[in-house]
């Protein structure tokens, strides 16, 4: 597979602002599973 280079093509690198966002998403996301993970462990009664 060839690729041809254009000149004008500029690679969007994110900015900190995006990262930063990201990186909240990302904690409130795991911070939503990790809830939800132990919401069913609770609720299991088996052990």
């Known amino acids: 597979m060839t690729t041809t280079r254009n000149d004008n ?13 990201q990186k909240e998403f990302t ?3 795991t911070a939503v599973i990790m809830q939800y993970a132990f ?3 609770g609720s299991d009664t088996d052990y």
């Open 9 to 21: 093509q500029s690679v969007k690198m994110p900015t900190s602002e995006e990262i930063k966002t």
């Open 27 to 29: 904690n409130i996301i």
């Open 39 to 41: 919401q069913q462990m």
